[in-house]
C-alpha cells in the first residue's frame, strides 16, 4: 500500500520560513519523480515545485528564488524549503510521486502565513 504523509505546515508570519516533509512508503521512491502543489480556497491545485529521479527541478514562477525541493532517496523522502512566504503562500501543500501513469498523492498539510 502507497502512503505519502506530509508534514511541518503551520502558521508564520510573513518573511518567515517553513520546511515541508513527505515520507513515503510502499514504493521504490527512487524511480520515482516527485513533487508539490497547492490548492488555496477557492483556486485549483498548482504545481510548486518538482524534483526527477536526475534530480532535475522545476518551480512554479510564483516561488523560484524562494522556494527550494529536495529529495532523500535513503530516507524515502521530499522536502520543500520555503523562504520569505508570503500571505498568497497559503494553502494546502500536497506532495505526490509519479511515474509513467502511476500517480500517488498524499493528503495535505496547511501553511498558513499572516501579514
Known amino acids: 500500500q502507497v502512503q505519502l504523509v506530509e508534514s511541518g505546515g503551520g502558521l508564520v508570519e510573513a518573511g518567515g520560513s517553513l520546511r515541508l516533509s513527505c515520507a513515503a512508503s510502499?514504493?521504490?521512491?527512487?524511480?520515482?519523480?516527485t513533487g508539490w502543489y497547492r490548492q488555496a480556497p477557492g483556486k485549483q491545485r498548482e504545481l510548486v515545485a518538482r524534483?526527477?529521479?536526475?534530480?532535475?527541478?522545476t518551480y512554479a514562477d510564483s516561488v523560484k528564488g524562494r522556494f527550494t525541493v529536495s529529495r532523500d532517496n535513503a530516507k524515502n523522502t521530499v522536502y520543500l524549503q520555503m523562504n520569505s512566504l508570503k500571505p498568497e503562500d497559503t494553502a494546502v501543500y500536497y506532495c505526490?510521486?509519479?511515474?509513467?501513469?502511476?500517480?500517488?498523492w498524499g493528503r495535505g498539510t496547511q501553511v498558513t502565513v499572516s501579514s
Open positions: 524534483i526527477g529521479t536526475d534530480r532535475i527541478t
Open positions: 505526490n510521486v509519479f511515474r509513467s501513469t502511476n500517480i500517488y
Open positions: 510502499g514504493i521504490a521512491f527512487r524511480l520515482y519523480a
